[in-house]
C-alpha cells in the first residue's frame, strides 16, 4: 500500500511507493545515455516510464545515489492493451553500478517494474544495500501481459549490506 512504511531493518524508513528519477524519461523512444556518469544525486539516478521504447544506457557509470541506478516502467500500466503504449525495449548494458542505493536502503539498484521485451546485461553491480535487479514486480499485482526479458551475464558483488527481510 502506497505510503506504508515498511519494518526497521528492511528498508529502514522507506515506504512503499515508486522513487523518481533525477533525469526522466516520459513517453520517449530511440533515446540513449553512452559512457554516462550519474553521481550525487536523490531519488534513482534515472527512470523511464509513460509508455516509453528503445531506451538505452550503455557504459555508463552510475555511484553515490540515494535510490537507485535506474528505475524502469511503471505500475499503473497493468491492464494497458495497447502494446504502442508499454514501456519496452529498454538496455542497460556494460554500466557500473556502484555504493548505493545511500539512503533508500530498500531500493534495488536496477529496477524493472511493468517492462516487455527489455535487456539488462554485462554490468557490475557492487556494494548495493538492497537487491542488485528486480524484474516484474508491482506488489503483487498478475496478469500483466509483459515478457520476452533478459537479465544475462552481470556480475554482482555484495548485495543486501543492509538487513532486508526480502531481497
Not at 499503473?76 to 557500473?96: I, K
Request: hydrophobic residues 35%.
Amino acid at each position: 500500500p502506497v505510503g506504508t512504511k515498511m519494518k526497521p531493518g528492511c528498508g529502514g524508513g522507506d515506504i512503499y511507493e515508486l522513487t523518481p528519477g533525477n533525469v526522466i524519461v516520459t513517453n520517449g523512444t530511440d533515446i540513449s545515455f553512452v559512457n554516462s556518469t550519474f553521481q550525487h544525486l536523490g531519488a534513482y539516478a534515472s527512470a523511464a516510464a509513460g509508455g516509453s521504447q528503445r531506451v538505452t544506457w550503455q557504459g555508463c557509470t552510475f555511484r553515490d545515489v540515494s535510490a537507485g541506478a535506474v528505475m524502469l516502467g511503471s505500475l499503473d500500466t497493468c491492464a494497458e492493451t495497447n502494446v504502442s503504449r508499454w514501456d519496452a525495449n529498454f538496455s542497460v548494458a556494460d554500466c557500473t553500478v556502484i555504493n548505493m542505493p545511500v539512503e533508500f536502503t530498500g531500493a534495488s539498484a536496477v529496477m524493472l517494474t511493468y517492462v516487455d521485451s527489455s535487456v539488462v546485461e554485462h554490468n557490475l553491480l557492487a556494494n548495493l544495500s538492497y537487491s542488485a535487479i528486480s524484474l516484474g514486480w508491482g506488489w503483487g499485482r498478475t496478469g500483466c501481459r509483459r515478457g520476452r526479458n533478459q537479465i544475462t551475464a552481470n556480475r554482482v558483488e555484495n548485495p543486501l549490506r543492509t538487513l532486508c527481510c526480502d531481497g
